[in-house]
């Protein structure tokens, strides 16, 4: 059984290739960008902010995913392969012995299913945080907000540009830390 550190947490934002509408025929979704930021438990500071390129191997950025997320299939084409990519996550963030969170299950269940369809080992242990249930939670909210949503509630502004993972990835670490030291003395 690996270690499980609790010294820090990944805050984990993918972005995928997708369509206004279905996929074409006979592609799927793919990580396109891996966000990532540590979230150092004893500092409550986010201490590591990366975002990672991933070439899609079974689909293409379409305009729609480009005004999206502002990423292009020639961004992309510069980027590491989907293997290359959670290997850099177990081996440079030991994200497999780490708690790792995400804005919903949405990113949880990427990886899952394009490991599965790819061969391709999944980079992270079994500890997965759900903050957008935890912070509706914690707040008493009716319903889950977006995370946009979520920083307004909060007061917070957006920093960056919405639907980049290296940008998400920060601004849900700042919405995480908030919930993890309201506690704190």
């Given at each position: 059984?690996?270690?499980?550190?609790?010294?820090?947490?990944?805050?984990?934002?993918v972005?995928?290739?997708?369509?206004?509408?279905?996929?074409?025929?006979?592609?799927?979704?793919?990580i396109?960008?891996?966000?990532?930021?540590?979230?150092d438990i004893?500092s409550?500071?986010?201490?590591?902010?990366?975002?990672?390129?991933v070439?899609p191997?079974?689909?293409?950025?379409s305009?729609?995913?480009?005004?999206l997320?502002?990423?292009?299939?020639?961004?992309?084409?510069?980027?590491?392969?989907?293997?290359?990519?959670?290997a850099?996550?177990r081996?440079?963030?030991?994200s497999?012995?780490?708690?790792?969170?995400?804005?919903?299950?949405?990113?949880?269940?990427?990886?899952?299913?394009?490991?599965?369809?790819?061969g391709?080992?999944?980079?992270?242990?079994t500890?997965?945080?759900n903050?957008?249930t935890l912070?509706?939670l914690?707040?008493?909210?009716?319903?889950?907000?977006?995370?946009?949503?979520?920083?307004a509630?909060?007061?917070l502004l957006?920093?960056?540009?919405?639907?980049?993972?290296?940008?998400?990835?920060?601004?849900?670490?700042?919405l995480l830390?908030?919930?993890l030291t309201t506690?704190r003395?």
């Open positions: 059984m690996a270690k499980r550190l609790l010294d820090r947490i990944l805050v984990v934002d972005e995928a290739t997708c369509w206004d509408g279905s996929a074409p025929a006979g592609q799927s979704n793919d396109i960008e891996i966000g990532v930021t540590v979230f004893a409550a500071e986010r201490t590591d902010k990366r975002g990672v390129l070439r191997q079974r689909s293409t950025v305009a729609f995913c480009t005004q997320t502002t990423l292009t299939q020639e961004d992309v084409d510069g980027g590491v392969s989907f293997a290359e990519a959670c850099l996550l081996d440079e963030y030991r497999h012995e780490r708690v790792w969170a995400s804005w919903g299950e949405y990113d949880r269940q990427q990886f899952e299913r394009q490991c599965a369809a790819l391709v080992p999944y980079p992270f242990g500890r997965h945080l903050v957008k912070y509706s914690v707040h008493a909210l009716p319903h889950e907000l977006g995370m946009a949503g979520a920083l509630h909060a007061g957006l920093e960056g540009t919405h639907h980049r993972g290296v940008d998400d990835a920060w601004n849900i670490a700042g830390g908030g919930l506690g003395g």
